[in-house]
């Protein structure tokens, strides 16, 4: 099931090699959330989030986090969980770094 979502991006990696002889490559985001309110609990938090290949930092490295995004992602089950998947994310406005 596809959904979108207004999202705010806090923090961006990309990640590319090899380990124990197995290749990885992607991008990780980090999204806000809130964290369910309860008698001791309150805030939000960044959830961590795999978003295709580390390619897909050069889609957003000239962005200063944080900066608001449209995501769309995609939630699939196992049978027994569910899990969220970040399927795309576009940035809503220019937003550079600073020079330094």
Same mark, same amino acid.
Do not use: C, H
């Given at each position: 099931?596809?959904?979108? *979502? +207004? &999202?705010? &991006?806090?923090?961006?990696?990309?990640?590319?090699?090899?380990?124990?002889?197995? /290749?990885? +490559?992607? !991008?990780?985001?980090?999204?806000?959330?809130?964290?369910?309110?309860?008698?001791?609990?309150?805030?939000? &938090? *960044?959830?961590?989030? !795999?978003?295709?290949? *580390?390619?897909?930092? +050069?889609?957003?490295?000239?962005?200063?986090? /944080?900066?608001?995004?449209?995501?769309?992602?995609? =939630? =699939?089950?196992?049978? &027994? +969980?569910?899990?969220?998947?970040?399927?795309?994310? =576009?940035?809503?406005?220019?937003? /550079?770094?600073?020079? *330094?």
């Amino acid at each position: 099931m596809l959904m979108q *979502s +207004d &999202v705010v &991006v806090t923090a961006f990696k990309a990640s590319k090699g090899e380990m124990n002889g197995k /290749p990885y +490559d992607s !991008t990780k985001v980090y999204i806000e959330t809130d964290m369910q309110s309860g008698e001791r609990s309150k805030g939000i &938090v *960044s959830t961590q989030y !795999t978003w295709g290949l *580390s390619s897909n930092y +050069d889609l957003i490295e000239k962005f200063e986090p /944080p900066f608001k995004a449209r995501a769309i992602f995609n =939630v =699939v089950n196992n049978g &027994v +969980d569910s899990k969220t998947l970040l399927v795309d994310l =576009v940035p809503e406005k220019v937003q /550079p770094k600073s020079a *330094s």
